[in-house]
């Protein structure tokens, strides 16, 4: 009995850091999975209000914009609410902040006292915080950019955006275990929480750790009272707070039916055994009793005592031998079975809703879990015996081998692969696998728990594809096709880093259209469009082939951005795209020079030091665009300041 007592001492002893340990793990999960929803969602919105500022900024660079072209703006705004939605309106307002046109029409509202007309003054974009429409009654952002020609400002224009698609993107991450929301930095709910609707204030102890910019490392009580963990992440360029919680019974629900499991089969064995024990004690007893009495006699010093032999039944000391032998068998196989219980145990409570499996040496199924047949289909039967193989994608199955290589030098293994189900299909596995080693190296163990990240995998596909295309539209003009300013911009620090670094040479190609203006007023805006779409295409074909691209910088000027290329190859270049324009032989009865559409460009060649500035390097090229319409037009002015050979003029 006292054998009994210890063991269950020790047992219950030893599985306390298991369970503690378990417990811990269910909080990490918690925060890891939060982790990866909110930097989801932060990827995800910041993307949408850059997108949305664009959209916005790129209307302002329109030349009927900046020329305040009402009749043409009016269509413009018309076609963009048609476009795109998901904007409320779209408005111009003048420099003095009266708003006098919108896609629906004219109309007179002064705007002046806004902070985005304010911003729009300082010529800065801007997005607003949260604001209820007068009329719509929903939520709304406004985003504005001012409306430049130069240095000169000459308005604004502003639109009012739904947040329909940042609320179904929080809703999409929700499940009964927590949720995420969306606060300003007054604590306002942006987008809808059990926590109250939007407009509505929390004051709960994450939002105070947002204000103090400190990150939540306990429970704490969310407004409805319940037991949270949290995290936040910071969106609209820190005016906006994605906030994610957890309820703790939800994260320690499964623990706790896990704990119940164990107490019951602990439970069951510790009786089992109690009984057993018992059971063999009372077969021995007499045996063990009468051996008991012949040591005390020996012990009093009765030297002659003998073991009476009709009494004493030999067989019966073979049979306590053997019993003996059978109940350490026993003791054994008791202690490795909860053994495996406990392992078992502790991998179902660390990951409670995954698959887990057991492989011999082989790579033949020797256990699945439960879960295997609500995620895969296949019974426990259809499973146990097979090949590992037998369930892999053929592409992956190499993977695998290496893994399985890999395995047999370390013990610890991750992987990504595709597996069968029971309909054909195939889902994606993120597994862990560990050895169990054994003396024998053809019967180690291989413990796999592996989740289903189909879904996962799925939404990484979907941003993926959603990043290339929102990059690819933010990057290129939208009459033109080109690569715009903020892609000359980008390239043209890359490129200067580059060049400075490695001391390269760095040149730059600047033209612009010949008496544009005229050619508009004469043909009217769309036939303007249509030449600098002729122009665009017919220089981008040109300078593709030597591996260079074509930018739009505004209106009807446009550069070219040569590394690696000498002077005299830039002013080659030059010269041939001002004469591949040239040859498209576009009518132009406006121009004061030719009949025909030409170009002027500006050539400014250098190499990069620290001590020189980007600002500078574009505003030689300009310059050298200035001294090329001075000397008449239709020619290439450029500049070197890598040699001796400062100037010329190719016509």
């Known amino acids: 009995m006292y054998f009994v007592l210890f063991f269950t001492i020790m047992l219950l002893f030893t599985s306390i850091p298991i369970l503690l340990f378990g417990k811990q793990q269910r909080i990490n999960d918690a925060q890891n999975e939060l982790d990866k929803m909110m930097n989801l969602q932060q990827l995800f919105i910041n993307h949408w209000f850059e997108d949305n500022l664009m959209n916005v900024q790129a209307l302002t660079h329109l030349p009927a914009v900046i020329n305040q072209d009402l009749e043409r703006m009016e269509t413009i705004f018309y076609e963009f609410e048609e476009n795109y939605p998901k904007f409320d309106s779209i408005v111009f307002a003048n420099e ?50 001012p409306i430049l020609d130069g240095d000169d400002f000459k308005g604004v224009v502003f639109g009012s955006i739904h947040l329909d698609t940042i609320i179904q993107i929080m809703v999409q991450f929700q499940d009964n275990t927590g949720e995420t929301y969306i606060i300003d930095d007054d604590g306002m709910l942006i987008t809808p929480s059990t926590q109250g609707k939007i407009g509505d204030h929390i004051d709960t102890a994450i939002f105070q750790n947002v204000s103090r910019q400190e990150k939540m490392n306990s429970f704490y009580q969310n407004a409805n009272k319940e037991d949270v963990i949290g995290d936040y992440r910071s969106v609209n360029n820190g005016k906006w707070f994605i906030i994610g919680e957890k309820k703790e019974s939800e994260i320690y629900r499964p623990f706790y039916q896990l704990i119940l499991i164990f107490l019951v089969d602990f439970l069951i064995l510790v009786t089992l055994g109690y009984f057993m024990i018992s059971l063999f004690s009372n077969r021995i007893e007499k045996p063990v009793h009468q051996v008991l009495q012949a040591t005390r006699a020996i012990g009093r010093g009765q030297w002659g ?151 996962r995998k799925m939404m990484e596909e979907k941003l993926k594809e959603a990043n290339i295309f929102l990059q690819d539209l933010s990057a290129k003009d939208g009459l033109t096709q ?153 020619c290439v002015r450029s500049k070197n300041d890598t040699s001796a050979d400062k100037n010329d003029c190719t016509p």
């Open 305 to 455: 005592y003998r073991l009476d032999s009709s009494h004493v039944n030999i067989d019966e000391f073979k049979e306590l031998g053997n019993n003996f032998n059978e109940m350490a068998g026993l003791i054994e196989e008791y202690i490795f079975t909860i053994a495996k219980n406990e392992e078992r145990f502790r991998l179902i409570a660390e990951h409670s809703s995954d698959v887990i499996t057991v492989l011999n040496a082989s790579g033949l199924f020797t256990y699945i879990s439960p879960a295997g047949k609500d995620i895969l289909g296949f019974a426990s039967n259809e499973v146990i015996g097979q090949h590992v193989f037998h369930f892999i994608h053929e592409e992956d199955i190499e993977t695998i081998q290496e893994c399985y290589q890999q395995l047999f030098i370390g013990k610890f293994y991750v992987i990504t692969y595709r597996v069968k189900r029971s309909d054909g299909t195939y889902i994606w596995f993120e597994s862990s696998l560990r050895r169990l080693k054994t003396k024998q190296t053809n019967e180690d163990k291989i413990y796999v728990i592996s989740r289903n990240i189909t879904e």
């Open 96 to 145: 003095d902040g009266v708003a006098i046109l919108s896609g629906s029409g004219s109309q007179k509202i002064d705007i002046s006292e806004r902070e985005y007309f304010q911003q729009a003054k300082k010529g800065m974009p801007y997005v607003s915080d949260l604001l209820i429409g007068k009329q719509s009654k929903e939520p709304l952002v406004f985003v504005s950019s």
């Open 482 to 634: 080109v690569w715009n300013r903020r892609s000359f911009n980008e390239e043209l620090t890359e490129r200067w880093f580059i060049a400075t670094t490695q001391h390269q040479t760095l040149s730059l190609i600047m033209f612009d259209v010949d008496f544009f203006k005229q050619f508009n007023d004469t043909y009217g805006h769309i036939a303007g469009d249509h030449c600098l779409q002729k122009v665009a295409k017919t220089v981008h074909e040109l300078v593709s082939a030597f591996g260079f691209k074509l930018f739009r910088y505004g209106g009807e000027e446009f550069t070219i951005l040569l590394h690696k290329a000498s002077a005299n190859a830039a002013a080659e270049l030059a010269e041939q795209v001002r004469q591949a324009v040239e040859h498209l032989q576009i009518p132009h009865e406006a121009s004061h020079t030719h009949e025909v559409v030409t170009i002027s460009c500006g050539l400014y060649t250098c190499l990069p030091t620290d001590e020189k500035t980007l600002e500078q390097f574009i505003q030689q090229a300009d310059h050298m665009l200035y001294e090329a319409k001075e000397a008449g037009r239709n």
